[in-house]
Structure formats: structure tokens, C-alpha cells
């Protein structure tokens, strides 16, 4: 083929897209890389589809579907999913069907005598379709006459094993090249995440895939973090009442349990809310679902069950009350917000408690070693995003394998902290759990480090140890800030059993030698009238006696902690 023919047949390619593009889907042009992938593909070349969510990724396969020979077979995890585009597709002209378990066997039928006569242009399908003998003969039939345009394997993160969408059944598509090698495929996913990429090729057998990645970023989100003050709520209930009455937004907890304790209390305060999780019976999870895509101003309380395939446009916001368990995950979940491009708010509320939580749980989890050395990866990634100093969003593209300067719309844009040197007071507090026996919860070992002569203390001979009032230059809310991120950073952890005493772990013991140093976002409270000048401050946040007030929330903390290990136990958390 000469080259002016091969130019001639690009140009009538890219006017038969742009046709299709304006009459079929209704947009004047396409948006990123879909031109690109869309005649990659429509040329019979597989892809790789890397956009985040709302990037447009259904266009890239149902374009070259339209304009190739035969039926594109489009694998997807979720029945909401695949109604959603046919009706779409329907409502463009497109002649497209799904095929799943909810569809009675005589329209399966129909279905699949439409697809033999060559009367559909998609068929949407689960995943374990391909493993019925059926449906691979009807497949086999198609193939020999040319008559499938292509396999578009959406969502194709569920063949991730990380990830909480796996689903076992996707690792069977790995046999499609095999099968019908004359078919292209592409793969379509908005997992951002650079080992999961990897990993989707390989059990995808995409090995020869052109890649097209997008930039991660959404710029219409503002990414905000902050450490929880007890349990959060008065922090969620002070961001909740800042929100637009229009839309809608999810506050994501890591139990069920919590899930619809959170939804009660703010109903209780005049906020509507409607609690999502795994343990809901299916009937009461799509009521929940669907009064959320249809009224304004409902928060969804909800574990990571609710999330793929709400297709909400106006989610206003994303709120973490709960520390998620990797960067990928937050991501994800924050991604939910502001899919129509208007300013959305991602609001993070963590606490050192649930880092700890989450590493006990990979550490006790039957993974092998290399996995959880993954997990325990991927959980780092997202305390750094959040214990560090810097932009956000920066933090956020960086781990996705993105340079971009600070961006000036997150938090630590907006209100700079300043890195605090706080390796002494990080090992003070250390050294304190040492040396009273690695048995007690924060607020007795601050206690101890301000030499508080509570009863105790007394009674335990804690104001003998060499600590004992050696952080008297340090308000109690500085030294919870230091606790809070010695826990996040997993130079602590937690002993859930006996009354979530905090525990030195191998990370603490540099630090202890004085091998490494120790920095932290200077808490607010202590920042006033303290550390003076610029960059790192070096000289201790003031000390501030504490008010009654101050005195008796710790209390109710302590109090509250110690009630939550006795009555609940470990929470149930949902995978
Ligand atoms: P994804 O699967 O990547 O999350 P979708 O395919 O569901 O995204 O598309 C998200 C939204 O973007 C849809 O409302 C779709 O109509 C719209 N969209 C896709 N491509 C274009 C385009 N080229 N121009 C305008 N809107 C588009
Ligand atoms: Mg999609
Ligand atoms: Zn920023």
C-alpha cells in the first residue's frame, strides 16, 4: 500500500469517526486520546486504556464497534453498569443488548439470535458468559464469519487481584487471544496505580497493546486532609454543613456498623443521610442507591461496596472518615466527586488508629509475604500523601507517575504548614511507651510526658519513669498530633486486644538510636505564637496549660476508647 493511499484511508477513516461522533453520540469533538484510540482500534489493533473516571472511556470502544464489521462484545462486572449503556446506546440508534442473569431465557434467546443474524452492533455481556459452553459456540460461529468487531474488557481492574473489585472471573478472558486471535481487544480502566497497570496486562495477556494514558488529574477536585479530633464527627458535621444543598455526596467509613451509626446521627442533625454497605439486603441497597442518584442534597454513608458504577454526575463531595487503605483506593473513591467538571470536595479525616488497623489486618491476612509487602506499599503511599508537608495533589500524580507543580487548589496550597522538627518530642513519646511497659493508651502516656500527677499515674509509679514531666514544654493536643503520626507512620502500633495499648514496632527503633529524624505538619494550635521564621521550625510549639474544657474532652476520649474496645471489640470491616 503506497503512502498516499495509506493517507487517503486515514483521512476517510477520521471523517467516518467524525460523523459517528456527532450523529450517533451528539459531541462535537473527541476528548483526550479517544481520535487516537478509536482508529487504533478500529484498525484492528488492541489497546490499553488508561483514563480516569468520566474521561470518556465508552466512546473508545463503542466507536470502533460501529464502525467495524460485526458485533463488539463488551465484558463488564456489573448488571447497573451494562443497562445504563444500552439504554444509552438505544436511545442513540445503536442496535446494543446485554446478557446477564437477570434476563429471562426467551429474550436471551432473542438476543442471541440478533447477534447470529448480524442484527447488533453491542452486546454487553458478564464475564463468566465466557466460560458457558453456549455462549463460546455463539461466539465461535461469529468469529468464522468475521463477525465480531472487537472484545472491550471494561473495568478491567477486576482482573486485579489488589484491588476490592477483583472478580476471579475476569483471569478466564485471558484465554480470548488465543480463541480469536483476529479480534482485537481493548481494555479499559481507571485504575491509575503503575504495579496494577502491569499487572492488568500481563493476566489480561495484553502484551502487544498500544498503552494510552491520560493525565490522573482532576483538576475540579480540591483535596483536603485533616487529623481527626476524637471520633471526626463534629469535623464531618462542620464540612457537611459547608456543602451545597444541591447534588449529593458519600461519606466512606471502613465498617458497616459505622456506616449506619453515621447515617442516624446526622438524619438526627438535619442532615439526610442513607447508610450503603455489603450487609444491606439487595433490596434496601438499590432503594438507597437510587434515592441518591435521584434527590438533591443526600449523603450516602457508606462502606467501598457502594462505588463502581454510581453514575452520579453531581456528587458534590467525598468524604474519608476513615483512613482508606491505599492511595489507589482514595483515589478512586475521591474520583466519585465532581464527574461533571464542577468544583467537588475531597475531604479526608484520618487518625493514626486506622493506619494501625490496617497494618494489623495485612499482617494478619493469609496473603504471602511479597503481597503484603505490596499492601503495606500501598498503604505508605497514602500516609505520605497525607502526613506530608506538601501539595496534595502533587503527592497524589506523583505516586501515579505524574510531575506537576503544587496546584494551588488543595489544602496545603492554601494554607501552608510548616514542617515542625519534631525528632526529640518523636522520641520522647517512644521512649515513654518503652519505658512504662508498652501497656497503655495515649492519653496516660501524655499524661506522664507532662508530668501529670493524675491518680494513674501515681498508682502505676509512672512519675518515677526517666520521661516523667519531660514534655511539659509541649501542649497535650501537640503531643497527640505527635502520637497521632507516630501511629500513622507505623513507628507505633496498636494492641487492639489489650485495651489498644500503644507498641513500639521495628520502624521506631531508628528513630529511638537517633538514625533518622522525624518531621510533622505543625498542628495548628500549636503554631500560634511559636516556631517563628521560615522553614523548618526547630524551636517547640509552646506550651498552653490545658483549659477545663480541653481536660475534659481528653478524658471523654479516653473514656470513649476504652468503651469502644470493650463493647465492640474489632470493628466488622467490609471488604
Ligand atoms: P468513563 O467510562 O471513562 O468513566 P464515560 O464513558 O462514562 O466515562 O463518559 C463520561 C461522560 O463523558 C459521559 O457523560 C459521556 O457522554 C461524556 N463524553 C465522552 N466523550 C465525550 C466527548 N468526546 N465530548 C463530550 N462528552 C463526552
Ligand atoms: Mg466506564
Ligand atoms: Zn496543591
Same mark, same amino acid.
Given at each position: 500500500m503506497s503512502a498516499l493511499v495509506a493517507e487517503e484511508e486515514d483521512a476517510a477513516l477520521a471523517a467516518r469517526m467524525q460523523a459517528l461522533l456527532a450523529r450517533v453520540f451528539g459531541h462535537a469533538r473527541f476528548r483526550g486520546p479517544q481520535a487516537e484510540i478509536v482508529a487504533h482500534v478500529a484498525r484492528g489493533g488492541d489497546a490499553l486504556v488508561l483514563m480516569p473516571t468520566g474521561g470518556g472511556k465508552s466512546l473508545c470502544y463503542q466507536l470502533p464497534a460501529l464502525l467495524r464489521e460485526g458485533v463488539g462484545v463488551v465484558i463488564s462486572p456489573l448488571i447497573a453498569l451494562m443497562e445504563d449503556q444500552v439504554a444509552a446506546l438505544r436511545e442513540n440508534g445503536v442496535a446494543a443488548a446485554a446478557l446477564h442473569s437477570g434476563v429471562a431465557p426467551e429474550a436471551a434467546e432473542a438476543i442471541e439470535r440478533a447477534a447470529r443474524e448480524g442484527r447488533l452492533k453491542l452486546l454487553y455481556c458478564a464475564p463468566e458468559r465466557l466460560q458457558t459452553r453456549r455462549f463460546l459456540e455463539l461466539l465461535d460461529v461469529l468469529a468464522a464469519q468475521g463477525a465480531i468487531a472487537l472484545f472491550a474488557i471494561d473495568e478491567a %481492574?477486576?482482573?486485579? $487481584?489488589?484491588? %476490592? @473489585?477483583?472478580?476471579?472471573?475476569? =483471569?478466564? =478472558?485471558a484465554m480470548l487471544p488465543a480463541r480469536y486471535p483476529e479480534v482485537p481487544r481493548i481494555a479499559l480502566t481507571a485504575t491509575a496505580d503503575a504495579a496494577a497497570r502491569e499487572e492488568i496486562a500481563a493476566r489480561l495477556a495484553l502484551h502487544e497493546a498500544r498503552r494510552f494514558v491520560t493525565s490522573f488529574d482532576r483538576p475540579n477536585l480540591f483535596y483536603a486532609a485533616e487529623r481527626k479530633r476524637g471520633d471526626g464527627r463534629a469535623q464531618l458535621l462542620a464540612f457537611l454543613r459547608r456543602q451545597p444543598p444541591e447534588g449529593g455526596g458519600i461519606v466512606y467509613c471502613l465498617s458497616r456498623g459505622k456506616t449506619e451509626k453515621l447515617a442516624r446521627w446526622l438524619n438526627e442533625r438535619g442532615i439526610p443521610a442513607l447508610p450503603y454497605h455489603a450487609g444491606l439486603t439487595h433490596e434496601?441497597?438499590?432503594?438507597? $442507591?437510587?434515592?441518591f442518584l435521584a434527590e438533591d442534597g443526600l449523603v450516602m454513608t457508606a462502606t467501598i461496596a457502594f462505588g463502581m458504577g454510581i453514575d452520579k454526575p453531581d456528587v458534590r463531595f467525598v468524604a474519608h472518615l476513615d483512613l482508606p487503605r491505599s492511595l489507589e483506593g482514595y483515589y478512586q473513591e475521591t474520583g466519585r #466527586?465532581?464527574? @461533571?467538571?464542577?468544583? !467537588? $470536595? /475531597?475531604? =479526608?479525616?484520618? @487518625?493514626?488508629? @486506622? !493506619? #494501625?488497623? %490496617?497494618r494489623q489486618l495485612i499482617e494478619t491476612s493469609d496473603m504471602l509475604p511479597e503481597q503484603k509487602e505490596m499492601a503495606h506499599r500501598r498503604l505508605d503511599a497514602l500516609v505520605d500523601m497525607v502526613a506530608g508537608t506538601g501539595c496534595r495533589r502533587q503527592a497524589i500524580l506523583a505516586y501515579f507517575g505524574e510531575t506537576i507543580g503544587p496546584c494551588g487548589r488543595c489544602d496545603r496550597c492554601l494554607a501552608p504548614v510548616r514542617p515542625w522538627e519534631a525528632t526529640d518530642a518523636a522520641r520522647k513519646a517512644l521512649s515513654t511507651v518503652y519505658r512504662t511497659g508498652q501497656r497503655y493508651g495515649a492519653a %496516660? =502516656?501524655?499524661d506522664v510526658l507532662r508530668g501529670h500527677a493524675s491518680e494513674a499515674v501515681v498508682r502505676r509509679g509512672h512519675d518515677r519513669v526517666s520521661t516523667y514531666g519531660l514534655g511539659v514544654d509541649l501542649p497535650a493536643e501537640t503531643w497527640q498530633a505527635v502520637f497521632g503520626e507516630l501511629l500513622l507512620r507505623g513507628h507505633l502500633s496498636i494492641d487492639f486486644e489489650r485495651h489498644r495499648a +500503644?507498641? +513500639?514496632t521495628p520502624r521506631a527503633r531508628p528513630l529511638l538510636r537517633g538514625e533518622e529524624t522525624f518531621a510533622l505538619a505543625l498542628p495548628r494550635? #500549636? !503554631?500560634?505564637?511559636? #516556631?517563628?521564621?521560615a522553614g523548618m521550625a526547630? &524551636? &517547640?510549639? !509552646? /506550651?498552653?496549660? +490545658?483549659?477545663?474544657?480541653? $481536660?475534659a474532652r481528653f478524658e471523654r476520649l479516653r473514656r470513649w476508647r476504652l468503651r469502644q474496645a470493650q463493647t465492640e471489640g474489632v470493628p466488622a470491616y467490609v471488604i
Open positions: %481492574h477486576c482482573v486485579w $487481584q489488589w484491588g %476490592h @473489585d477483583f472478580r476471579p472471573d475476569y =483471569l478466564h =478472558l434496601v441497597r438499590e432503594r438507597h $442507591q437510587r434515592r #466527586a465532581g464527574r @461533571d467538571g464542577e468544583p !467537588a $470536595q /475531597a475531604y =479526608l479525616l484520618w @487518625d493514626g488508629e @486506622d !493506619a #494501625a488497623w %490496617h %496516660h =502516656l501524655i +500503644l507498641v +513500639l494550635t #500549636a !503554631a500560634k505564637g511559636s #516556631a517563628r521564621g526547630s &524551636a &517547640a510549639p !509552646a /506550651a498552653e496549660p +490545658l483549659s477545663p474544657s480541653e $481536660q
